[in-house]
């Protein structure tokens, strides 16, 4: 028995998925992959060979290996955009967000990208970006370096490079240049400058 081809589960074997209930989404774990996936049900029927779900949407995905959550481009330009909407409407204080503002951004991003992720998996992406922008910052804070527009990072020589082995994560950041650099300078520029505030 398959599913319809329209339905978010065509990549499952329905025979090989545990489906789960919860009070917020179905959660989906297939043996096979490694990957956690939640849908919001829209219709369930119960038959013989279990639950068929007619119609639901993804509103998540969390590897299954190590709990974490996946971010593609497009979630993590959302994710960005809106903690810059929380902070210039005064949502934060000092380096750290208010809870009110951590609550916006989590019902927020659920509505824009259809994700349910908790708020820790956000926090940790957030410590994330943060620490690619300052070894971002770092870098470009070095002396004699070119700029290669067309690849947005800097330009320097390959014995450079190789120099700078010690320092951990320069050399991803050697081909292509910071993603969403300008949004995330905003964010933590001013921190970097002001430093921590009481």
């Given at each position: 028995m398959g599913l319809p081809k329209e339905?978010?589960?065509?990549?499952?074997?329905?025979?090989?998925?545990?489906?789960?209930?919860?009070?917020?989404?179905?959660?989906?774990?297939?043996?096979?992959?490694?990957?956690?996936?939640?849908?919001s049900v829209i219709v369930v029927n119960r038959n013989m060979y279990g639950i068929l779900i007619v119609g639901c949407s993804q509103?998540?995905?969390?590897?299954k290996k190590n709990g974490k959550a996946s971010w593609d481009i497009r979630a993590i330009k959302v994710f960005i955009d809106l903690f810059i909407e929380?902070?210039?409407?005064?949502?934060?204080?000092?380096?750290?967000?208010?809870?009110?503002?951590?609550?916006?951004i989590e019902e927020n991003f659920t509505t824009k990208?259809?994700?349910?992720?908790?708020?820790?998996?956000?926090?940790?992406?957030?410590?994330?970006?943060?620490?690619?922008w300052q070894?971002?910052?770092?870098?470009?804070?070095?002396?004699?370096?070119?700029?290669?527009?067309?690849?947005?990072?800097?330009s320097a020589p390959d014995d450079w490079w190789e120099k700078k082995t010690e320092v951990p994560g320069?050399?991803?950041?050697r081909e292509?240049?910071?993603q969403f650099r300008a949004e995330l300078t905003q964010l933590f520029g001013y921190v970097a400058t002001a430093g921590p505030q009481s």
């Open positions: 339905d978010p589960f065509t990549d499952f074997d329905i025979f090989g998925v545990e489906f789960i209930r919860s009070s917020a989404a179905l959660v989906a774990v297939s043996s096979s992959v490694d990957q956690i996936q939640r849908f509103i998540g995905i969390m590897n929380e902070v210039e409407k005064g949502g934060r204080r000092g380096t750290s967000l208010t809870k009110p503002a951590w609550t916006s990208t259809r994700r349910v992720y908790m708020r820790i998996q956000l926090k940790n992406k957030f410590d994330t970006l943060r620490k690619e070894l971002w910052d770092r870098l470009l804070r070095e002396i004699g370096l070119g700029w290669d527009a067309e690849r947005n990072t800097v320069y050399e991803k950041f292509r240049g910071l």
